[in-house]
């Protein structure tokens, strides 16, 4: 306890200079600004940036991105509240409350509440990061092949399932592309070269940054050359945005709730903070004494949606540091830098480096004092960010694809590559198919191959182990009810069982 409360405070010191500091002000306000763009998302926005921290020392070039991050989860707020339009996929709820509360002329107070629950969410979220990643850490020490087979696996499941609710089938096709996208290159355990078609380029296989770029930059490019609509700011706020003690502290069992079912949504492989606003309004509103205001402008509604989607940033760490398996598809794009930049993610994290993860904490806790400083004192004059047109900004975009394609490898091939994943996302996105199962798919694709072959070389090709060892034996369960209640006649009979005994119990 005491070391890992002296490595925070090394954490906290080590960003206390000057240019540690200029690069949290600068990357948390272009994280909102990011934010506050519709149709550029976190993660569009981290793996945009990724190659511009390329020559950057390992410590500042996380430390930009992870601001970057957390900056645009919050930033998605302004045009949900302003403009009913989400900036990014996480401020989706927020709207429900949030621009209702703009058009009755609070719009001020329905952003400053937005920033206070964003700050309070990741503060929430970052105790649980720094209590629960040593432990999981441990644990994960006594996982062998077996184990992280299913635990791949079971991130992309669950990312699938929870990505595409009303039709969990197109969320695992799309994590089965990305799985078949992985196993294209040479494999290691015998150096074979698969699935290239006589392509020499592709011996390497797929490089996840040009595959990102192109699934969530390239396609949203595409999405807006289709939708030339744009929409205008209609209403500006001359009411307060500081909101009072007594309105923050008035909901404070509803932020405690929305921040640890943030967390835990989090640490959910894969998710994404829209899944972690979602489940924190819809519990808010179940168990709400003013349930009926939800959607009609209440601030609890708005609390609890802001404070949940925050909350998943650094729970999205936990499995991000301890397991290697992404929490969200931008934390997919940290797990990329991490490894360019040196740092290696995973169960030996906390015996290598054990100093990152209290460095990532300390990172977390000052993009949150800047996010609270720029929402509260800067929220008008990020208004006129939201009066760029978008067809000018993609242009801007379009650049920084190809830039951040080609800078790592210098490769025109990986240029192609964006484009030809442009292309696809385009098209599953008009046909409503999830992009974080996809992504985590690519992410995950080496991990599940390695240890499914791995685990079947140790036993001379007996796959028992992967069903009688004990945490196999859980997991593998838990994929099999995941899917099994993926399907709606099961679903439907079960929950009809439920109600029945519930019933019966009230009787």
């Not at 909350?311 to 540091?321: H, K, Q, R, S, W």
């Not at 209290?358 to 993009?367: G, K, P, T």
Request: net charge neutral; with cysteine.
């Amino acid at each position: 306890m005491l070391d890992g409360l002296g490595m925070l405070l090394g954490g906290i010191t080590h960003f206390l200079t000057p240019l540690s500091l200029f690069n949290i002000a600068w990357a948390t306000l272009l994280g909102i600004v990011i934010g506050a763009l519709p149709g550029l998302t976190a993660t569009m926005g981290v793996a945009l940036l990724v190659t511009l921290t390329y020559k950057m020392a390992p410590d500042q070039a996380i430390l930009c991105l992870m601001c970057i991050y957390s900056g645009a989860i919050y930033g998605g707020s302004r045009t949900a509240i302003l403009l009913a339009i989400p900036g990014t996929p996480a401020s989706a709820a927020t709207t429900l409350d949030g621009h209702p509360l703009a058009l009755q002329g609070r719009a001020g107070l329905a952003m400053g509440l937005a920033t206070t629950s964003s700050a309070l969410g990741t503060v929430i979220g970052i105790f649980a990061l720094a209590l629960i990643a040593p432990l999981l850490a441990e644990a994960a020490l006594k996982f062998g092949s077996y184990e992280f087979f299913w635990l791949a696996l079971f991130g992309v499941v669950i990312s699938g399932q929870l990505t595409a609710m009303d039709d969990p089938l197109k969320g695992y096709i799309a994590g089965i592309l990305g799985l078949m996208v992985a196993m294209v290159g040479m494999e290691t355990l015998h150096a074979h070269q698969r699935f290239t078609f006589g392509i020499p380029a592709l011996g390497g296989g797929v490089d996840l940054i040009p595959a990102m770029v192109g699934a969530f930059g390239f396609a949203e490019i595409l999405g807006v050359i289709k939708r030339t609509a744009q929409a205008r700011i209609v209403s500006s706020s001359e009411d307060r945005v500081v909101p009072k003690l007594s309105e923050i502290l008035k909901y404070w069992k509803t932020t405690m709730r929305s921040g640890v079912i943030g967390t835990f949504v989090g640490i959910v492989p894969g998710v994404g903070e829209d899944v972690g606003a979602w489940a924190s309004y819809a519990a808010a509103k179940r168990v709400s004494k003013e349930a009926h205001l939800f959607g009609k402008g209440s601030q609890e509604g708005l609390i609890a949606a802001e404070t949940g989607n925050s909350a998943v940033v650094p729970g999205a760490m936990i499995p991000t540091l301890t397991l290697a398996l992404p929490g969200s598809a931008a934390a997919a794009v940290l797990i990329a830098a991490m490894f360019i930049h040196g740092i290696r993610p995973g169960p030996l994290l906390m015996t290598e480096s054990p100093d990152v993860l209290y460095q990532i904490v300390a990172i977390l806790l000052f993009s949150t004092l800047a996010i609270l400083v720029f929402g509260l004192t800067l929220t008008k004059p990020l208004l006129t960010v939201l009066s760029v047109p978008r067809e000018r900004l993609m242009a801007v975009v379009y650049v920084l694809c190809v830039v951040g394609s080609f800078a790592i490898t210098q490769r025109m091939f990986d240029i192609y590559v964006m484009v030809a994943f442009g292309i696809v996302g385009f098209i599953l996105r008009e046909m409503k198919y999830p992009m974080a199962p996809l992504v985590l798919g690519i992410i995950l694709g080496d991990l599940l191959d390695l240890n499914l072959r791995r685990g079947l070389m140790l036993t001379n090709g007996d796959p028992t182990p992967f069903f009688t060892r004990p945490i196999s034996a859980v997991i593998c369960l838990i994929i099999v009810l995941t899917i099994l209640m993926s399907i709606p006649a099961i679903s439907m009979r079960v929950r009809a069982l439920f109600d029945t005994r519930r019933a019966g119990i009230d009787r």
